[in-house]
């Protein structure tokens, strides 16, 4: 079954320092990161569980299937231990899906969130600027992912995880003994898992969170088959140009 991944249970900008891999070498197969080694990761609470990217005091970007988000948190490592001194609890103000989301189809899964009021920049919380242009990831490559999803022993985390995921071709991804076109894997996405051997991915809750390669923002977790699947790794919506367009547009006033 495909799923998308998230969960349901009853400033000004600093540019990213790249992330070493020492925070998440191999989510499934993830560790736990650094407390507050990446203050732009946003938690989104409602019905469902997601996260998010702070990339501007009044906006956080995440996956469009991400229904219904009224609460976000920021400066969060551990859910349970509240944090009252690191974190910063704020309300959205609307919601901007992609205007050709199709959940058919996974294409566009983006949204941005407008924010009641602008996040502070502290020590524990930052924004994560976006370029103007995103370089697609070869096949091959390692990028980071994180969130607070569920781990390979099918728990939600209680605290920040990350792997490093293996992009994957996208022909290959596409392939019979990948997802057969079902769904097609489109110039707008990206394929990211194991490396052959292991069983790194993102998974349930992880929905909307940020795929780092290179410390630069260039994907949004989308949708998998399972998790920690070798042939079946988690796909992530490409920050294409005009997905930066749109972006770009919506935060100036009027989305596309």
Not at 52 to 66: E, M, R, Y
Request: with cysteine.
């Amino acid at each position: 079954m495909f799923a998308p991944r998230d969960f349901r249970v009853f400033i000004p900008c600093v540019v990213l320092l790249i992330v070493q891999s020492s925070y998440g070498s191999e989510i499934t197969e993830g560790k736990e990161v650094e407390p507050h080694s990446l203050p732009f990761m946003v938690l989104l609470q409602s019905t469902e569980r997601c996260g998010g990217t702070l990339i501007d005091p009044k906006w956080v970007l995440t996956a469009a299937h991400c229904k219904n988000m009224t609460v976000v948190v920021l400066g969060v490592h551990s859910i349970k231990a509240m944090e009252t001194n690191s974190r910063q609890v704020l309300r959205v103000k609307k919601s901007y899906p992609h205007s050709s989301f199709d959940k058919k189809t996974h294409v566009n899964d983006l949204m941005l969130l407008q924010l009641d009021n602008p996040a502070k920049q502290t020590g524990t919380v930052k924004c994560l600027k976006l370029g103007d242009s995103i370089e697609d990831p070869k096949a091959g490559n390692k990028c980071l992912v994180a969130g607070w999803g569920m781990t390979e022993r099918m728990e939600i985390s209680d605290v920040l995880m990350s792997v490093n995921v293996t992009v994957v071709d996208r022909k290959k991804c596409n392939s019979s003994d990948y997802y057969n076109h079902n769904p097609v894997i489109t110039d707008s996405m990206i394929c990211a898992g194991s490396d052959g051997k292991n069983s790194a991915d993102t998974c349930k809750g992880d929905s909307g969170g940020p795929l780092l390669c290179n410390g630069a923002l260039v994907g949004v977790t989308s949708f998998g088959k399972g998790c920690g699947v070798i042939k079946k790794p988690g796909v992530y919506t490409f920050l294409t140009q005009s997905h930066l367009a749109w972006i770009k547009k919506t935060m100036n006033g009027g989305a596309m």
